[in-house]
């Protein structure tokens, strides 16, 4: 069994920043992606960012230069560092853990964040 917990949401106004984290527990492959999905009211959810094991990453256009992610091995930790955030920004966050071997898809209950003046 696979747990996905995350932390770090909140209220911040336009311009601010944001760390989310999403720690993972159980039996995993090593062999994984982690990454960060996001859903606004109305919408799909969407890909924010993504990073491999072996840390190459892969980012939503909406995000590039703004949000960086990054992970730690050895704490089975992924991060989102969010700067220079806008109102558009302003979704459920949801962390993912993708395990390669088995083609098995992990998610986090959702931390949300707003961005608002």
């Known amino acids: 069994q696979v747990q996905l917990v995350e932390s770090g949401g909140g209220l911040v106004q336009p311009g601010g920043s944001l760390r989310l984290s999403c720690a993972a527990s159980?039996?995993?492959?090593?062999?994984?992606?982690m990454g960060w999905y996001r859903q606004a009211p109305g919408k799909q959810r969407e890909l924010v960012a993504t990073?491999?094991?072996?840390?190459?990453?892969n980012y939503a256009d909406s995000v590039k230069g703004r949000f960086t992610i990054s992970r730690d091995n050895a704490k089975n930790t992924v991060y989102l560092q969010m700067d220079s955030l806008q109102p558009e920004d302003t979704a459920v966050y949801y962390c993912?853990?993708?395990?390669?071997?088995?083609?098995?898809?992990?998610w986090g209950q959702g931390t949300q964040v707003t961005v608002s003046s």
């Open positions: 993912n853990l993708f395990m390669i071997p088995s083609s098995t898809n992990y």
């Open positions: 159980g039996s995993f492959f090593r062999l994984n992606h």
């Open positions: 990073v491999t094991n072996g840390g190459n990453t």
